[in-house]
Every structure is written in C-alpha cells, then in structure tokens.
C-alpha cells in the first residue's frame, strides 16, 4: 500500500511559482509511474504532468507545458511539480497519484494510489 502526502500548496499572484512536493511511502517508488492531476471547483480531475519510474520520459497537459516541470528524487522517495508563471486558471486541488509499472500514464483510472490533495490558489 502506497501513501501519498502533498506539501507545497498556497496563494500566490499572477506570474508567480510554487514548487509542489509529494512524499510516497510504504512501496517500492522507484517501480511506480508518479503523476500530478487538479481539479478545480465544479471541474473534473484533469491530468497535468506525469514522469516515468526512471526519470527519463516525461508528459504535460497543453495547458502547462512550457511552464510546469515534474521531477523525481528516488532517494527521498519525493515527486516534485515545479510550476512557473501561475494563471488565474491553474487554481485547483494538486494532487499526487502513483500508477504500477514503467509507462508514463495520463489517465486517470490507470493511477491506484492517491494522495489528500494540496490547495493552489492563483490570484490576478
């Protein structure tokens, strides 16, 4: 069983950064698929970034791509979402999944494990 904790959320203007964190535990992380998803209010969950258990293969939605940057450090067994020039539009609950295996996934039924979800706030 994998847990999943997000850290890094909070208000920030127009053009600003954040770098979100997801801290895994009780698996073998360097075996999983790490994905970042959102869901703004009255929205459904979306995709946003997905990194391969190497590191090596990457995946954005459209609508961050260019401005958001996923990263894995296997030795802390830590997921990193770094996110530059912040829109109104990326306000949502982040949220840090893991999916069994070696493929980058977008989907989200493919991801098993769930993390509570970090609050991002982007004011104009």
């Known amino acids: 069983q994998v847990q999943l904790v997000e850290s890094g959320g909070g208000l920030v203007q127009s053009g600003g950064s954040l770098r979100l964190s997801c801290a895994a535990s009780?698996?073998?992380?360097?075996?999983?698929?790490m994905g970042w998803f959102r869901q703004a209010p009255g929205k459904e969950r979306e995709f946003v970034a997905t990194i391969s258990w190497s590191g090596d293969d990457t995946h954005y939605a459209d609508s961050v791509k260019g401005r958001f940057t996923i990263s894995r450090d296997k030795a802390k067994n830590t997921v990193y979402l770094q996110m530059n020039w912040l829109k109104p539009d990326d306000t949502a609950v982040y949220y840090c999944?893991?999916?069994?295996?070696?493929?980058?996934?977008?989907?989200?039924?493919?991801?098993?494990?769930w993390g509570q979800g970090t609050q991002v706030t982007v004011s104009s």
């Open positions: 999944a893991a999916a069994p295996g070696f493929l980058i996934r977008t989907t989200r039924g493919a991801y098993d494990y």
């Open positions: 009780g698996g073998t992380f360097s075996t999983y698929t």
